[in-house]
């Protein structure tokens, strides 16, 4: 609990950490958008192309999809457009007016800014997302260094992931602060050897708060204060 106060306010961070990783997708972006695409629009214009109802579509994709869930190509555009024969970049920029921050959470960057702490987006957005939302939201303009699983060539949920990080990086596990709304990454992050770990439990501003036993949580980065 003790560990968790001090996560919670922005001086009490700065104290304990000299580099803070941020999560994208459901800690500084809203998953709405993410949900959306993947339980809506995708399934939508699959089901079109390949003359099948709305549900049939969702079926078959969320069959495919879980096979490779926390998997690097579960994360990859380019797996996707190929195995649904779908550009699935350009429909995600049809759609990209619905890329929005989460409540609070550019309040949130603008103060971390202001901080002494390293700033890094630790992401397993594939490039063109992290373009599509960057150019909407500007949101890579407030870090040191972006890191995404494709450029270090495994998930986060991997520990490859957090050593070819740790190579790049060089942070300093006891000194470092990491925010995400995944629990298997976090996990994966806690046996790399983070154990100051936040937990962000509304990820999709339109669906409710869901805690987890094992890590510290927040609904989101603006609780932080
Ligand atoms: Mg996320």
Redesign the pocket.
Known sequence: MQMKNKLKHMDGLSRICDTLML?????LLD?AYDNHMWMEHIPTEYAKRNNLSPQDAREHLYKILGRLEGKLDWYCLDHWSDALDLDVVALHREQKERIAFLPGAKLFLDNALDQSFRLLLV??SHQETLNIKSEVTGIVEYFDDVYTSHALGYAKEDQGFWNQLQKQEMFDPDRTVFI???VA?LQAARKYGLDQLLH?TQ?DSRKASQEHDDFAGIKGVSEIT
């Open positions: 999560d994208m997708d459901g800690t998953l992401t397993n995400d709304d995944n990454v962000i990820p």
